[in-house]
């Protein structure tokens, strides 16, 4: 049965990089980037490309995509959307194609690029992804985006989570950092808002009223869209 | 009240580096380098060298100190002594000077030599060494010195237990590393040989028969010896 391991800060990535192309890479950004993308493909975006600057990304506007730029927790001015996943709206995004950079969830896909497949995953569909990546059935890196290279509770909280639906299924780990992913995960599940709120991110948020994209942020298989990198795009597939 | 940070790999030190100068930083290698100094302490020795490389710890001989020396776990050969803390018997040690080599633990302590006072410690001096932070009053940096610079578990459930200790004593933390730590140590501390059981490092044990050193590097509060660098050398303090 495949492997799991646990990447807990991009500075480690180094440590797991050896074979990256055959194994299977999870980006996990849950407050927000990753939210916000499983989000947008919910209501209906076609594509979304995710690019390392605030420049590039404006010059997608002339191709007829929503540009999307979010730096230190705030939309850049002059943007049709930031990072918050309760601005794509159906309404907004249906049908459209968006171009998006956010602080670590960009940059990190730009370091799994040579993963042989390249998920992005939520909360909002974690036993979709579990499936997804069973099906695809390589060994499987988790990789937390963290918040500028620091460890993050939130998505080590989902990796957690995300192991502990692979280990169900038979697959295994002999990996210090998905062991304690999963004990955190399992112990806080029955309360993981009271858990989060000491959490450094879940102040940071609370600095900016961002309160609400809290309960989108941990809502739990919302939906059965799974979202993967195809090129330099991320697209879309349900389950 | 002074503030607590966790390293959890020295692959991030790069981000707790800044006013290292005025912090306290606490080396943790349970398995097995810091619990050994510990023991090395409680056992009568004077002094303690770290020394980056093999070659440059085998020069010690010369000037009466017993040399030890570790790689990948295993006692170099032509050394007295490896890194298990059950050879650092008070027949041998007692009143000896003694020069170390570690994987893990000596590069540790090289890379905070800057800080205002580097502790080393151990399940072994847990409260005195949570005594001797709190009578220094500065923040402290927890620096799990891990396993070639990946997560591990038991290095992190020491920081939990050391920051709990302090935590209880008024100190804070804005640190999820911290949290997580914290949260590991106290949801698993009544069955801590249990949990670690599934440990990477503690599948590495078995597989060289270090089994019964993992009883010595989980025993708490056996010594009120703290252990700190003074220039470049190990001393030991009663607290």
Redesign the interface.
């Known amino acids: 049965m495949p492997k799991i391991e646990t990447l807990?800060?991009p500075?480690?990535f180094?440590?797991h990089s050896e074979g990256i192309e055959d194994k299977q890479v999870v980006i996990i950004d849950i407050l927000r980037a990753t939210t916000t993308v499983v989000v947008a493909f919910e209501n209906g975006v076609d594509h979304v490309v995710a690019s390392a600057s605030v420049k590039e990304t404006q010059t997608f506007r002339d191709k007829g995509y929503l540009v999307a730029a979010e730096r230190n927790g705030i939309t850049v001015e002059g943007f049709d959307l930031g990072n918050s996943p309760q601005d794509y709206t159906p309404e907004l995004v249906n049908g459209r194609n968006i171009a998006l950079t956010t602080t670590n969830g960009t940059r990190a896909l730009n370091m799994a690029e040579e993963a042989e497949t390249v998920w992005v995953a939520s909360f909002r569909n974690l036993t979709a992804t579990a499936d997804a990546l069973t099906q695809n059935g390589r060994d499987v890196l988790l990789f937390c985006a963290g918040w500028?290279?620091?460890?993050?509770?939130e998505d080590?909280l989902f990796a957690g989570a995300l192991a502990e639906q692979l280990m169900s299924r038979g697959w295994s780990t002999?990996?210090?950092?998905t062991?304690?992913a999963m004990?955190?995960y399992t112990?806080?599940q029955s309360q993981l808002p009271d858990?989060l709120e000491?959490?450094?991110?879940v102040?940071r948020f609370k600095t900016l009223h961002l309160e609400s994209d809290l309960e989108v942020c941990l809502k739990t298989d919302s939906s059965r869209i799974v979202v993967k990198l195809d090129g330099d795009k991320l697209v879309g597939q349900t389950m």
Chains 1, 2 share one sequence.
């Open positions: 807990l800060s500075a480690l180094h440590l500028k290279d620091r460890f993050n509770m080590t002999e990996d210090d950092a062991l304690a004990d955190l112990r806080n858990f000491q959490a450094s991110h102040q």
